[in-house]
């Protein structure tokens, strides 16, 4: 490879980068211009325009189509360095402003403290959905805050992620009210799912995330209509509009069955996850929970 085509390659990929850090997935490339890209190297003419040591200003000239890429190299999941479009902050805002003002559920309304929209990152590629908020969510207005919340935040971090670099969302936004109890959760009625879950919906659309949790029965009911006992689903890959779904044990279940067994499925789901998502799985990683 000459200097020249070198120079021109590692300046292309850089604009590459740049453009696709700043939320640009797609980009036109010219019939022609993919035409001299698959002559081999020498035929590639080089004109002294081209040779410059800085970025072109423009993506005009597109990098080969299988850049090679050490194995070593492993997938960047963190949203730190990205930033989403403005148009999709702006949507995602507005659909956040909707969701904090909703009062189709009067009860629900009326008791709530909080809405509990969601929290993490709008460009994550790994989203948690569980049920519903809490006394603590609602008390807080953020997702997974109690108990349950910090074993998932545990959970995440196992995986080398953190709250910041995934999303979490319930399907029910507001805390299912409890007349005539002073502690206590219940379960949504597939009334109450039904008129919350399009604020679900249009979260996932608006994230795309490549790979979904779903933790506990009640959120793989809302996304997928299944009824089928998380006992049987937990493990087996689903999928939820072409996205692909991981049911798994809610950590509030964890909470109350401390069987190693249990905690070792729920990270057979997660390992699982991380390998969809092609994520690096050390070997400390894998032996999570086995018994010595």
């Known amino acids: 490879m000459s200097d020249d085509y070198g120079q021109l390659l590692d300046a292309t990929i850089q604009h590459l980068e740049d453009l696709k850090s700043r939320?640009?997935?797609?980009?036109?490339?010219?019939?022609?211009?993919l035409r001299e890209l698959a002559q081999p190297v020498k035929n590639f003419?080089?004109?002294?325009?081209?040779?410059?040591?800085?970025?072109?200003?423009?993506?005009?000239?597109?990098?080969?189509?299988?850049?090679?890429?050490?194995?070593?190299?492993?997938?960047?999941?963190?949203?730190?360095?990205?930033h989403p479009s403005p148009d999709k902050a702006a949507a995602f805002a507005a659909l956040r402003d909707r969701a904090l003002a909703c009062v189709k559920?009067?009860?629900?309304?009326?008791?709530?403290?909080?809405v509990v929209f969601g929290v993490g990152s709008i460009d994550a590629q790994l989203m948690f959905v569980g049920e519903a908020p809490g006394a603590d969510e609602d008390e807080q207005g953020e997702p997974f805050v109690g108990k349950a919340?910090?074993?998932?935040?545990?959970?995440?971090?196992?995986?080398?992620?953190?709250?910041?670099?995934?999303?979490?969302?319930?399907?029910?936004?507001?805390?299912?009210?409890?007349?005539?109890?002073?502690a206590g959760n219940r379960k949504p009625t597939p009334e109450e799912m039904q008129t919350c879950i399009p604020y679900l919906h249009e979260q996932i659309d608006l994230i795309r995330p490549k790979v979904i949790v779903a933790l506990g029965a009640t959120a793989v009911e809302g996304l997928l209509g299944k009824t089928v006992g998380i006992t049987k689903l937990r493990g087996h890959?689903?999928?939820?509009?072409?996205?692909?779904?991981?049911?798994?044990?809610?950590?509030?279940?964890?909470?109350?069955?401390?069987?190693?067994?249990?905690?070792?499925?729920?990270?057979?789901?997660?390992?699982?996850?991380?390998?969809?998502?092609?994520?690096?799985?050390?070997?400390?990683?894998?032996?999570?929970?086995?018994?010595?």
């Open 45 to 82: 003419p080089v004109p002294p325009a081209a040779r410059i040591q800085n970025p072109p200003a423009a993506p005009k000239v597109s990098a080969p189509a299988k850049p090679e890429i050490p194995n070593s190299v492993a997938p960047d999941l963190s949203p730190a360095t990205r």
């Open 23 to 33: 939320g640009l997935r797609h980009i036109s490339v010219a019939p022609q211009t």
């Open 149 to 182: 919340g910090q074993l998932l935040t545990k959970i995440i971090q196992a995986t080398g992620l953190s709250r910041a670099d995934v999303y979490i969302a319930n399907i029910l936004k507001c805390r299912p009210d409890t007349p005539g109890q002073a």
């Open 105 to 114: 559920c009067p009860h629900l309304a009326s008791s709530r403290k909080n």
């Open 237 to 292: 890959w689903q999928t939820y509009r072409g996205t692909p779904l991981m049911p798994t044990y809610h950590p509030a279940y964890l909470l109350r069955n401390q069987a190693m067994s249990e905690k070792r499925r729920v990270w057979e789901d997660m390992l699982a996850a991380m390998e969809k998502l092609e994520m690096p799985v050390s070997e400390k990683q894998r032996n999570f929970f086995l018994k010595a």
